[in-house]
């Protein structure tokens, strides 16, 4: 499982991440979840006022790693 958040999503909080995290363990979830400081909730639409550039790059480049890992 992998989750990638901005930490000033205003549709999904810190705590409800935080929580998510803590839910996972407590099922024996495998996870991985990075923030990306600064990015609002669809950090990654394009022409919106809330893209983050960086952040976008970013969580694409994790995301296609997570599926080269995940479905090789």
Known sequence: M???HGTAD??????????????FEEKGISHEMITYGG???AFTVFGE????E????KSWKRFTEFL???LN
């Not at 205003?10 to 839910?23: G, H, P, R, S, V």
């Not at 006022?49 to 983050?52: T, V």
């Not at 960086?54 to 790059?57: G, I, L, P, S, T």
């Open 54 to 57: 960086e952040a976008d790059k």
């Open 2 to 4: 992998l989750i990638l």
């Open 49 to 52: 006022k809330r893209y983050r």
């Open 39 to 41: 990015a609002p909730h």
């Open 10 to 23: 205003k549709n999904i909080t810190m705590d409800q991440f935080a929580k998510l995290a803590i839910e």
């Open 68 to 70: 080269a890992e995940t």
